[in-house]
């Protein structure tokens, strides 16, 4: 079959690409639109470093076709951050050391503002649950989880 | 990959005439989470993908406890979970669904994709045998229905024909004093395989005894299994039932062996999950009406 062509929005902009039918839409972000944000650490939902919100719904990239984007609205890690501005999120990540190498921390940070989104007031558990699809290898969670707990009292203006 | 095709149907009927007309290897899309993890592994080489997720009414959740729920087949975890009424009606059959995968999972993972990839473990398969759960399938010799436990004959396999597909799934309407649960040992916390699990509906009358039960188990045998259920009927879950209980949860496993469980284990925490989850039902239907 030959390529479809694909109109889309990407972090509020208008987006149009051809895509194959097999090619994920993390393919299509990162190889045709350039996103390269959103990572590939395992190609199967399994970690998380793909994330992206669609629609208001937290999904793994990797696991959306590219041929089903139209018509959807996508948010990557290219989307949260305001022109120069960091998102709170971020700036509490960076302030927490709640990155090493910074491989899963796109995906992280685009599952903390799902969660935020919906649950301005996580418990530690929640925020656990919720980022159980977000595996890291570098920093054993702790400063993650506690950045998450200081941008959301940042973000409730606490 | 070689030729992979792609289309995504608007209407029931269409989808039927592609899937029915299909030469090669075909697969149906819901919310892809099993299906593209098994095309990038190689696992499935379909020559055609009909995504459902564009026929009206597929993703949707209709209805309440008086009248029974229908489901769209391609509805995901997360809107089940946000759904008040389906939460508060199938308690069951909605924490089950919600142990698939991670958060990110549930925003695509379907009740249709669960139940047809036919996997052994499959979380919410149980859970809604236990309800009395049926489908909606659509088809070239038109729609029928069918009991949710006679879709699965085996590990990967389904009793659909040819150009069939699930468009719906329907809860019945709840009855007075009845209520579900599910329970699933995993290794880790979260992002597991089931290595048992358990569903459960229990009907109470006003003395708090057991009048009707269904007990269903995951992960200890090809496909799901009923448990018989009489040792606790006629009972307020003692001891004693409990006891028998754990035995029937037993005897009806035949599970495999391998790096989450052996046999042993599977077999002896089925036992376990059964007395548990039997006791949340009843806990839960004597709170009810």
Same mark, same amino acid.
């Given at each position: 079959?030959?390529?479809?062509? *694909?109109?889309?929005?990407?972090?509020?902009?208008?987006?149009?690409?051809?895509?194959?039918?097999?090619?994920?839409?993390?393919?299509?972000?990162?190889?045709?639109?350039?996103?390269?944000?959103?990572?590939?650490?395992?190609?199967?939902?399994?970690?998380?470093?793909?994330?992206?919100?669609?629609?208001?719904?937290?999904?793994?990239?990797?696991? *959306?076709?590219?041929?089903?984007?139209?018509?959807?609205? #996508?948010?990557? #890690?290219?989307?949260?951050?305001?022109?120069?501005?960091?998102?709170?999120?971020?700036?509490?990540?960076?302030?927490?050391?709640?990155?090493?190498?910074?491989?899963?921390?796109?995906?992280?940070? *685009?599952?903390?503002?799902?969660?935020?989104?919906?649950?301005?007031?996580?418990?530690?558990?929640?925020?656990?649950?919720?980022?159980?699809?977000?595996?890291?290898?570098?920093?054993?969670?702790?400063?993650?989880?506690?950045?998450?707990?200081?941008?959301?009292?940042?973000?409730?203006?606490? | 990959?070689?030729?992979?095709?792609?289309?995504?149907?608007?209407?029931?009927?269409?989808?039927?005439?592609?899937?029915?007309?299909?030469?090669?290897?075909?697969?149906?899309?819901?919310?892809?989470?099993?299906?593209?993890?098994?095309?990038?592994?190689?696992?499935?080489?379909?020559?055609?993908?009909?995504?459902?997720?564009?026929?009206?009414?597929?993703?949707?959740?209709?209805?309440?406890?008086?009248?029974?729920?229908?489901?769209?087949?391609?509805?995901?975890?997360?809107?089940?979970?946000?759904?008040?009424?389906?939460?508060?009606?199938?308690?069951?059959?909605?924490?089950?669904?919600?142990?698939?995968?991670?958060?990110?999972?549930?925003?695509?993972?379907?009740?249709?994709?669960?139940?047809?990839?036919?996997?052994?473990?499959?979380?919410?398969?149980?859970?809604?045998?236990?309800?009395?759960?049926?489908?909606?399938?659509?088809?070239?010799?038109?729609?029928?229905?069918?009991?949710?436990?006679?879709?699965?004959?085996?590990?990967?396999?389904?009793?659909?024909?040819?150009?069939?597909?699930?468009?719906?799934?329907?809860?019945?309407?709840?009855?007075?004093?009845?209520?579900?649960?599910?329970?699933?040992?995993?290794?880790?916390?979260?992002?597991?395989?089931?290595?048992?699990?358990?569903?459960?509906?229990?009907?109470?009358?006003?003395?708090?005894?057991?009048?009707?039960?269904?007990?269903?188990?995951?992960?200890?045998?090809?496909?799901?299994?009923?448990?018989?259920?009489?040792?606790?009927?006629?009972?307020?879950?003692?001891?004693?039932?409990?006891?028998?209980?754990?035995?029937?949860?037993?005897?009806?496993?035949?599970?495999?062996?391998?790096?989450?469980?052996?046999?042993?284990?599977?077999?002896?925490?089925?036992?376990?999950?059964?007395?548990?989850?039997?006791?949340?039902?009843?806990?839960?239907?004597?709170?009810?009406?």
């Amino acid at each position: 079959m030959s390529k479809i062509h *694909v109109s889309t929005t990407v972090n509020g902009e208008a987006a149009e690409f051809l895509a194959e039918p097999q090619e994920s839409l993390l393919d299509a972000l990162r190889n045709t639109l350039n996103l390269t944000g959103s990572k590939e650490g395992c190609g199967s939902g399994d970690c998380g470093a793909c994330s992206v919100i669609i629609d208001g719904r937290l999904v793994c990239s990797c696991l *959306v076709l590219a041929v089903e984007a139209g018509g959807m609205a #996508i948010t990557t #890690i290219e989307g949260i951050a305001e022109g120069e501005k960091l998102h709170p999120i971020q700036q509490k990540f960076l302030e927490n050391a709640a990155l090493q190498c910074g491989f899963c921390t796109p995906g992280f940070i *685009v599952a903390t503002k799902a969660l935020l989104d919906v649950n301005p007031d996580p418990t530690e558990t929640e925020i656990r649950y919720w980022l159980a699809g977000n595996l890291c290898r570098c920093t054993g969670y702790d400063k993650i989880v506690r950045a998450v707990q200081d941008a959301a009292a940042e973000m409730r203006g606490s | 990959m070689p030729s992979l095709n792609y289309v995504a149907p608007t209407t029931v009927s269409d989808a039927v005439k592609i899937l029915a007309a299909a030469s090669g290897p075909t697969r149906v899309m819901s919310g892809g989470t099993d299906l593209l993890v098994q095309l990038r592994s190689g696992r499935l080489k379909p020559e055609l993908i009909v995504d459902t997720k564009k026929i009206p009414g597929i993703i949707g959740i209709s209805g309440s406890a008086a009248e029974g729920f229908t489901i769209g087949a391609a509805t995901s975890g997360a809107l089940l979970s946000e759904h008040a009424g389906l939460v508060a009606a199938y308690p069951g059959v909605v924490e089950a669904t919600n142990l698939i995968g991670s958060t990110q999972i549930q925003g695509r993972a379907s009740l249709a994709g669960n139940l047809c990839n036919a996997s052994p473990a499959a979380d919410s398969v149980p859970a809604v045998i236990v309800v009395g759960g049926t489908v909606t399938i659509a088809g070239p010799a038109g729609p029928r229905t069918a009991p949710v436990e006679s879709i699965v004959t085996g590990p990967g396999r389904t009793s659909l024909a040819k150009g069939e597909f699930i468009v719906s799934f329907h809860l019945p309407a709840l009855k007075a004093k009845t209520a579900d649960a599910y329970l699933r040992f995993i290794p880790r916390t979260e992002m597991d395989i089931a290595v048992v699990g358990c569903g459960v509906s229990v009907t109470l009358d006003d003395s708090g005894v057991i009048t009707a039960a269904k007990i269903s188990l995951g992960a200890v045998a090809p496909t799901q299994v009923m448990v018989d259920a009489s040792c606790i009927i006629g009972t307020k879950l003692d001891d004693a039932a409990l006891a028998k209980l754990d035995a029937a949860a037993r005897a009806v496993c035949n599970p495999i062996d391998d790096k989450r469980g052996t046999i042993e284990f599977r077999t002896k925490v089925a036992g376990v999950l059964a007395r548990r989850t039997a006791a949340i039902a009843v806990a839960r239907a004597q709170a009810r009406a």
